[in-house]
């Protein structure tokens, strides 16, 4: 079946700090691959996508590359900011198929 | 655009009732899905619309129910309230099937 794993946080980074999410995938068929981001009290928003193997979703100094070869789909930003502190979701969708999610990585970015 | 709206935003009900919670899509789009959120289980998927069909349905009892009109709005109904149904309840539209989601804010819903 078609699942996301992602990196079970929480995750605390001090501001400018080098973020790192790791997320790997299973999928029968070729998926898309997304970042969601939630903050409190709000819905999901769409944070970047890539739907092909090698390609790289970047939105807001984030990036992702999707990786075939590893089945992955990492999500990194150089330097973060305390407006950065959310929930961070991985997920993947295979045409006719419903979108699957990850658990989700809170991340905090102190000042 | 506008995006997708839900109401109500917050509801309070008591174990037994029923509730219907409504989705406004983004205009466009055909297709709405469901989603329930809980601290303990994530995100899980009820179900999906797409022109009035669905399309895909996830792991729920029959007490959660959906529907899709003609102008792509979408409701979903719970029955008989129990407490472990309290959760954020997330629509998301898109264009077509395979297409980027687009979420709401979404409906706290507790059950007293």
Redesign the interface.
Known sequence: GNSVTQMEGPVTLSEEAFLTINCTYTATGYPSLFWYVQYPGEGLQLLLKATKADDKGSNKGFEATYRKETTSFHLEKGSVQVSDSAVYFCALRVINNDMRFGAGTRLTVKP | KAG?T?TPRYLIKTRGQQVTLSCSPISGHRSV?WYQQTPGQ??Q?LF?YFSETQ??K?NFPGRFSGRQFSNSRSEMNVSTLELGDSALY?C?SSPG??D???????TRLTVL
């Not at chain 2, 980027?100 to 979404?106: C, E, L, S």
């Open positions: 997708v839900q899905s994530g995100l998927f999906e399309r895909n996830g997330l998301a099937q395979a980027t989601q687009y979420f709401g804010p979404g």
